[in-house]
Each structure stands twice: as structure tokens, then as C-alpha cells.
């Protein structure tokens, strides 16, 4: 955290209209994540911005003094956040996200939050005013040290469970995300352990292998899982989907035990369901990226 660069940087509005199912809106109050993920997919964002600084190395903070309209975004969908954590670290000091939440609430819109953050707990008076509103919580694993490796400004898996209970017990409704699964590392039955009793809602997505961050994973997984090292060459030079195949009736086995509505992803766009009043519709996905993205090495 101490390396990271902070500015502020004006904006004309917040919105950003989605080609996210299920999202009308995206909002993505800062550009940049601190908690530097090494799988994660906005890493071309750094291109995108103009940013020579690493991943999870700077953080803009948006400014924006044009309202969010009522007439707009009443009963409209908006997901926070799809490039960025809304309640990444400094979301504390800056409250960027929850000034924005106001301004929803006022809105009366429909929220879901998707989030690796223990902070997002702060803000449950503002979901309980809102209309609609759905907290998932992202897990690519439940071993804390494995995630120091992978999400090492992230919240810790403990203080993700705790807020996930805090939700739950307010009656709001909650979710759990487990992605991107990691072949032959992540352990999906220790996050259904983990998260259980506070959600029955599941989500599974597979580890989709980007150019921008591949070799800094693929290295990892050398030092880390050298003896993995065949079965990644499989999945994604050979483009063998044998082992997604396989875990998938594993996870909806294992959930169905524990009373727990699943949803599996591999191979397919990534969506989740969003409840509203009276509807259910496609929910946002957590990846806004065409599906022709290469994947290969």
C-alpha cells in the first residue's frame, strides 16, 4: 500500500451503460484496484488509462459533481463494480462509493455489489433503503495463505465470511461468487464450507487465461505447483476442458447436499441472477470482456 499512487481525476457522470446481462448500469468509482489480484482481468485497465504503474499500484479516485437522475435509474439495475472493488481500502478515507449509494437510494435503483471486501458491511443502512439489493462476495479460495499470494490487498478469507454473516443476519441478500476457480488450487468445497450458512446462493466460474496477466500466474504456479504444471499446459495450450467437465457435476453434487442453489459458468459467459421485487432476472457479470478475448498462452 505505501507504493501506491493516488490522484483524483474529474468525470461527466458516473454511469456507464453495460453490456453486462442482468445490469443496466455499471458504476466504478475508482479506476485501478489496490488489492492487486493476480488473476484479475482489469489489469487492462493500466492500458486503457494510460497507466505505467503495475497493477494494483494506482488508484484515481473519480469526481464527479453531475448528479445521478432519479427519472434515470428508478428500478434500473446498476452494478457496483465491474473494473474496480467499490470497497477496495480506501473507499474508507474517500466514500466515494457510499456518496454514490446515497444518490441510489435516492434513485430507488436496483444494486448488486460484487466485492472482496469486508468494508462493504459499513453501508448496510443505505441497502436497506434501497428497493433490490444483492452483496456478493468473490472467494478464489478459503486458504488465507494461499490468499495473501493471489489477493494480497484484499480483505482476509475470515473478515469475508464474518461481513458475508453481518449481511445475512440483517436480512440482506447475499451471494458468493467463487472465482476464478484455479485448477487443481482452489478448493470449491472449503468456500461452500466457509459460506453456507449465510448464503444459498453459489456462483463457480473457471480461471480464463488472459494475455495480461499469464505469465505472472504461470510463473507462480512454476515456483508454487510445479507439479501442476501439465495440467495447466492442458487446459489452456491444449484447450482440453476434460477437468472443467468433470468438477462441474462435483460442485452441484456437493451444493445439493448443503441446500445450496448453484450456478456454473465454465465455458459460457459469466452472469449472476439478481432478484428484484416479483422478478428475477440475468444478473451482472463479473467479466466485461467479449468472449473472442485470446485466452491461450
Known amino acids: 500500500m505505501s507504493m501506491l499512487k493516488i490522484s483524483t481525476v474529474p468525470v461527466k457522470t458516473y454511469l456507464t451503460k453495460s453490456k453486462i446481462p442482468g445490469a443496466k448500469y455499471v ?36 469526481l464527479c459533481n453531475t448528479p445521478l437522475h432519479p427519472a434515470q435509474l428508478f428500478q434500473q439495475h446498476v452494478l457496483l463494480s465491474s473494473v474496480t472493488d467499490a470497497y477496495n481500502p480506501f473507499e474508507q478515507k474517500y466514500e466515494s462509493t ?22 462493504v458491511v459499513r453501508d448496510i443502512d443505505l441497502f436497506k433503503q434501497l428497493p433490490a439489493c444483492e452483496i456478493t462476495f468473490s472467494f478464489s479460495t478459503a486458504n488465507e495463505t494461499l490468499r495473501k499470494q493471489l489477493e494480497p490487498g484484499a480483505s ?39 459460506c453456507v450458512p449465510y448464503t444459498k ?33 492442458d487446459i489452456y495450450l491444449r484447450q482440453n476442458r476434460t477437468y472443467w467437465h468433470k ?11 448443503h441446500g445450496a442453489e448453484t450456478e456454473i459458468f465454465f465455458g459460457k459467459e459469466s452472469s449472476f ?9 440475468p444478473g451482472p457479470n463479473a467479466e466485461p470482456f467479449p468472449s473472442n478475448e485470446p485466452q491461450l498462452f
Open 98 to 119: 457510499r456518496r454514490i449509494l446515497r444518490q441510489l437510494v435516492t434513485c430507488q435503483a436496483y444494486v448488486s455489489v460484487l466485492t472482496k471486501s469486508a468494508l
Open 156 to 194: 482476509p478469507v475470515q473478515e469475508r465470511v464474518a461481513a458475508l454473516k453481518t449481511l445475512h443476519e440483517a436480512g440482506l441478500q447475499t451471494a458468493v461468487m467463487a472465482a476464478p476457480l484455479l485448477p487443481g488450487i482452489s478448493d470449491f468445497k472449503q468456500i461452500v464450507d466457509a
Open 247 to 257: 468438477l462441474a457435476p462435483e460442485i452441484t453434487a456437493y451444493c445439493a447436499a
Open 27 to 62: 458504476i466504478n468509482p475508482y479506476v485501478g484496484c489496490p488489492h492487486g489480484c493476480l488473476y484479475c482481468y482489469a489489469q487492462f485497465m493500466c492500458k486503457l488509462t494510460g497507466h505505467t504503474e503495475p497493477w494494483g499500484r494506482f488508484l484515481d479516485v473519480k
Open 273 to 281: 441472477s439478481f432478484a428484484a421485487p416479483e422478478e428475477k432476472t
Open 201 to 233: 446462493t453459489f456462483r463457480f466460474d473457471s480461471l480464463n487465461m488472459r494475455t495480461m496477466f499469464q505469465h505472472k500466474l504461470m510463473d507462480f504456479i512454476e515456483i508454487n505447483y510445479p507439479h501442476l504444471l501439465p495440467l495447466y499446459n
